[in-house]
């Protein structure tokens, strides 16, 4: 299987990177360092990319296939086969994420710090040890604080001889413009449903009805449709969400609703909280050779408390992306109300709760569904400008009734 096959519609990426990762191995082979080499187009590859999209299009799948076809070794490179093979020692490590020149940057908390971007400058000034080229993958380039952006940016502006930075961020708005200013733009669209569903059926063997369901529930995330496919619980979860528009009747119904949304974040976090935090701290105190009842390690305590800090952070992230993944669903929901209203055919994003979207479509006009529309919006900005999430869920779930 190539590394390209798990990007989902995307067939205008791949076969830029495909050309690009062709003219980098042609540089490297012709032993012109990252400079142009005769007889190839040097303007196909260059240092630095930015990898954009909506949610769950594929950014890190994207870049990580992009990571193992600069690495790829495959024989049939020599008679003209397409980088990026998938079963080669060059791709595989890649994909497994130990190949030793690509490093792959992925923070569970809410920001990437100074420090962490300093350090991978300088990883990237030195020589690839074994591969092709020296990769660094930052998957949420978005997080970067404002100092860590521009410790970045230095090592964009003065590249490194045979390193590669691939940046993954939502929008080409959420990265410093004099960080995207030099890098190479690559939008991912949204995958057709379609395209999605037989990806479930052919890789992960779902019925096509239940594949094309999920695939359409996902809109557009290919993750996500892959979870509706496959785990009950995630379907479970996603039913007890749009209920919540039948459920808003009076200011009880709202407040109830807010609360278990808020609860079932919480929820996800702690469970998430209870497996990772406690092997991560078994595996920090066996690092420092702490033994069972015995006085902590000179400098073990210092690591705990940076490692609670970080998992405090992972917890709110969670949080914040679970209520996330809810809130898609109920802008998917009212956006099927909306077209139901307006008359529009074709498929829905929710075709298994139409009884419940003909329900709230005939219960008001499109102007009050358009208006619960901006009230979820204003709920995930507000979450992201920090405000308690029970309020900001409170304050959605009264306005969805007043709408």
Known sequence: MAVWD??????????????????????VLAGRGSGPVEGT?????????LFTGPP???????????????????PDLELGGTPGCGFCDGCHTVMAGSHADVKFVRTDGLSISVKDMRDLVLRA?????????????????????????N??????????????????????????????????????????AEAVAD?????????????????????????????????EQARTRRADVLRIPLEVADIGGCLSAAQRLVDTAKADADALAETQDARETGDLKAAYGAAEGSKAPRGMAGAVKELEKRQKSRATRTRRET?????????????????????????LSNEDQRPALAK????????????????????????????????????????????
């Open 6 to 27: 798990d990007l989902v519609g995307q067939e205008r990426v791949v076969e830029q990177l495909t050309a690009a990762a062709g003219a980098a191995r042609a540089t």
């Open 41 to 49: 187009n040097a303007s196909l590859m260059t240092h630095a990319w």
């Open 56 to 74: 769950g299009a594929g950014q890190t799948t994207a870049a990580r296939a992009f990571a193992a076809a600069l690495q790829c070794t495959s």
């Open 125 to 149: 000034s030195s020589y690839p040890t074994g591969g092709r080229w020296s990769v660094i993958m930052i998957d949420a380039a978005h997080r970067l604080t404002e100092a860590a952006a």
């Open 151 to 192: 410790a970045l940016l230095k090592a964009v502006e003065e590249p490194s001889p045979r390193t590669v930075w691939l940046l993954c961020a939502p929008s080409v708005q959420d990265v410093l413009p004099t960080i995207r200013s030099r890098a190479r733009l690559l939008v991912l669209r949204t995958p057709a």
């Open 199 to 231: 990806m479930l059926v052919r890789r992960d063997g779902v019925e096509p009805q239940t594949a094309r369901l999920a695939a359409l529930a996902g809109q557009g995330d290919v993750e996500r449709a892959r979870r509706l496919a496959v785990d």
């Open 323 to 347: 209520l996330g993944v809810a809130l898609l669903d109920l802008l998917g929901f009212y956006r099927d109300v909306l077209a139901i209203q307006l008359g529009a055919t074709g498929a």
């Open 360 to 403: 709230v479509a005939s219960g008001g006009p499109p102007e009050g569904t358009l208006r619960r529309i901006e009230a979820v919006l204003a709920c995930r900005q507000a979450l992201d400008r920090n405000v308690d999430p029970l309020l900001a869920v409170e304050a959605m779930t009264v306005a969805l009734r007043a709408g």
